[in-house]
């Protein structure tokens, strides 16, 4: 009897040995099929910056993706030698948000979750209102990293300050610390769930999304390690973003793609960061709203506090 | 303290003592049963919340980004704050030896326990990844005033078990000798095990004098963090009604007033329940309510300062806060839980008439409800007040108002705190008997004695 189950037993698995073989070795020869002809059978996708762009289905390939422990490795180091700073020309916000559009298609985040938010401001009754994008503000004394219990949330070299969802346990600690309503909470199942189900996850986009854990702006590092702008920068078709290296001390309008001295910039228009005096010393600076001569549509918000 | 001589005398008033003191045990009516059926229906209903809750996410509750600490964390706050009346009343009166705290300190303790373990599971309720709760010891970072929080949360628990058993190892060991038929196998197996062999003699009992003289002392310190700590979740950020040094004293003096509160209400329910007129005596329900009138003027002191200085100045954002407080959308609660909860229950109680068992449970009740309400109007306000505009969010983003999901889970906090109260009470005498045998006079040698049969 226990012979009898024995040999069943081989002989399964000597079967499945098999199946798995035939199997795996059809899958290789598919593949290298796959490398070689073009099928003419396409097939679109959507691109991080929100295009939407047609491909033929063999030029497709897995991306080249480090491990989820690799990613999460560099991602809390940043990129070597860089000190990332942004500037925002609001004297040339229209209040086009397609900086808000082109962030929620990056970060994969629902209408309602902003890691970028045009907010209208209005600082005295008589002065002509503004439009101020407002994001995370990258703190050199970050509140929000010094209250996460979990190291959840951290300062990288580069100056970002990211987060790995993969470990934020959702007390919300960082969001009651943040005086820039910076941050976002995924409430319930954050958009697409289904779609990026099993999709290994990026640190420097925080992407996929979770579901009770947090998000915000994250200056778009996945793109910064490709040598790009980040998504909101390239978007603005106003020339209101200018984002680079204090390193270098040259920033790069994501408009018009000129380069010149952050120093230089920040200087000459009078920069200045939001609310200065809580000491948190942020890496977003903000040329006045000189000019406003644009129609301000809408009504001001009275929710200020 | 006087000496009864006569061992007849001695041992007829053990017995009774015994009798009174045990019927808490005893006691098993119809009104038990549904008591536990009430508890228990509300504890599954929260329960049921909870999974509703973890299924969907924490968006099932009112809290979105902007006021994303809600009814939960005023709820944590409040039942750190109760459990805190442990360490005044079974230690910090202990050790300077006030003798009328001693039948007192049991609820205290029962309190304690039952309003720090609820308290811990609170705070995993308001996670938003509740599996990760783990992280907190795999990856914890010693800057954050959450990791403080847990190590003191956990600690205080710690040492309030302690001081709770440590003190009723002879009466376990009574109980072991002299309870029969009236309990069931189970109670009389779960004394054997906790009463550790105790026999009763000179050295044993010093060893439990000196323990508890330890734990009455660690728990100084420890009672004092668990809420200052606590407090610092709010003062450690930037925002205006949080930012200010006097959060600390503040919460540990709210503390005092609501967990003095609860230990009334109890007292009197059983008083009442148990037939213990003559152990929760009148002059008991005197002594804590002045001991509530002394920890509520405290208590108006930090008031005082903590709303007059910032609204004489009214600094912009400050102000903001303040107004919606004081004529605000938050008005109408503010002052009822400052009158109600605080002036009110003051002027009171200074009377004598008011500090009667039945009066001072009524006024302890409105002080408990209040201070709830309290650490409400402590954790929401500010939330709904940030420094930047609210904008391009749904309406509900801007103000909070509670679903009832949360009003389930914090229903069943409630309940399982009074389950936990209640569980401790059916296990174990709510006053020690060897302590209070003692007070009486009672010599020890006459506990360990078997009773003739």
Known sequence: MENNTRRNFIKKLGASVGAAGVVGGASILSSCNRVETVTGDTIQLLTSSGELVEVDRSMLKPADLPSLSENQKRGREGIPGKSWVMVIDLSKCRNARECMKSCQNHHQLRPEQHHMNVLQMQDAEHTAPYYMPKNCQHCDNPPCTKVCPVNATFKREDGIVLIDNERCIGCRFCVAACPYSARVFNWF????????????????????????????????????????????????????????????????????????????????????????????????????????????????????? | MKKIESPEESRKLLDKITHDLTRSIVKNDELTRFWFFILIMFIGVGLWGWIIQIDKGLGVTGMRDYVSWGMYIANFVFFVAVSLIGFLLSSALHLLKINWAKPVSRVAEQVAIAGVALAGLIIVMDMGRPDRFLNVFLHGRFASPIIWDVTVVTTYLTISVLLFYI??????????????????????????????????????????????????LLIIPVGLSIHTVTSWLFAATLRSGWDTTILGPYFVAGAFVAGSAAVIMLMYAYRIRYGLKDYFEDIHFDQMGKLLVFVSLVYLYFNINEFLVPGYKMKSAEGVHLTNLFT????????????????????LLLLKYFRKPLPIAIISFFVLVSAWFKRYLIVVPTMEHPFLPVQNVP????????????????LFSF???????????????????????????????????????
């Open chain 1, 189 to 305: 199942e954050p958009k697409d769930a289904e779609k990026y189900e099993g999709v290994t996850y990026n640190i420097e986009a925080n992407v996929p999304q979770k579901k009770g854990t947090i998000s915000k702006c994250l200056f778009s590092a996945d793109r910064l390690r490709e040598e790009e702008l980040p998504t909101c920068v390239s978007a603005c078709p106003n020339g209101v973003y200018w984002f680079g290296d204090r390193n270098e001390d040259a920033v790069t309008n994501g408009t018009t793609k000129e380069t010149v001295s952050f120093s230089k910039l920040v200087k000459d228009n009078a920069a200045y960061t939001l609310m200065e005096e809580l000491g948190t010393k942020p890496r977003v600076f903000y040329l006045p709203p000189k000019d406003r001569a644009f129609p301000f549509q809408g009504e001001i918000d009275e929710h200020h506090a």
């Open chain 2, 167 to 216: 003190p009723l190892i002879p009466d376990l060991a009574l109980l072991r000798d002299r309870m029969g038929s009236e309990v069931p196998k189970w109670k009389m197996k779960i004394y054997t095990i906790l009463a550790l062999g105790w026999k009763g003699n000179a050295k044993q009992y010093k060893t439990v004098y000196h323990a508890m003289r330890v734990l009455m």
């Open chain 2, 328 to 347: 605000g959308s938050f008005s109408s609660m503010f002052w009822i839980v400052q009158i109600v909860g605080l002036i009110l229950p003051i002027i």
């Open chain 2, 395 to 410: 309406e509900n983003f801007q103000t909070y108002s509670p679903t009832s999901i949360e009003i389930m889970i914090t």
């Open chain 2, 415 to 453: 309940f399982a705190a009074l389950l936990i109260i209640t569980v401790l009470a059916k296990l174990f005498p709510v006053i020690t008997i060897w302590e209070y045998a003692e007070e009486k006079g009672i010599d020890k040698k006459y506990l360990s004695e078997k009773p003739k049969n």
